[in-house]
């Protein structure tokens, strides 16, 4: 299939700068330097928009690596199907995960939901390793019903509830961060993201 190509180009500094911005949505590359990625995860080990699971919503990046992200939040979770992400880093490769999964309250939803992430990075290291990123990993975000799991959504309100318990826990955070191309729903609906990534420095 015709895969687009995003150049993000980011300095990584006091601020990080999006260099080059597109309007327009759907399942693209995204490219840091060296390094990229989709902006979705996949059901299966195929690239395609009909298999798409859900958007990349957060970046960990400085000295991240899968298992100290996931350490941050829930640990690690047996509780959830593997989904694939699909990662360039010397090559094409995929990664799986079950991500990191817990009960939490929400209020956006006024009840009390499981919050889950599924984070990638090819394995070993587990981590990308780029010169403008450093060791980052990507991670995409949703909420299950709690507690028989009858659905999941919510990818925006779930990276926001993330991003708050990382700024709790004393990490520098910079929520809705850089345009990922992946906005899906509108605002409230099970679907919503906004296709603005968060960024979260692991030192
Ligand atoms: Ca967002």
Known sequence: MALGRRLLSLIVVSCIVLSLRVASGGLTALWVTSTGFYNYDFKSQVVSSSNVD??????????ADVNKVKNIFFGLTILANPMYAYIYSNGWVWDTDRGTKGVVYSNYLNGYVYLHMRVYAPNPPDYIYDPAWGKYVIGTTHYDEYPLESWSGY????EHDFAAIARSKGYTVYQD???????????????YNDGYAT????P
């Open 155 to 158: 990818p925006e309100y779930a």
């Open 177 to 191: 961060w850089a345009y990922f191309y992946n906005d899906q729903g509108s605002p409230g609906s099970i679907t």
């Open 199 to 202: 960024a979260v420095y692991v």
């Open 54 to 63: 859900w958007p990349v919503t957060m970046v960990f990046y400085g000295n």
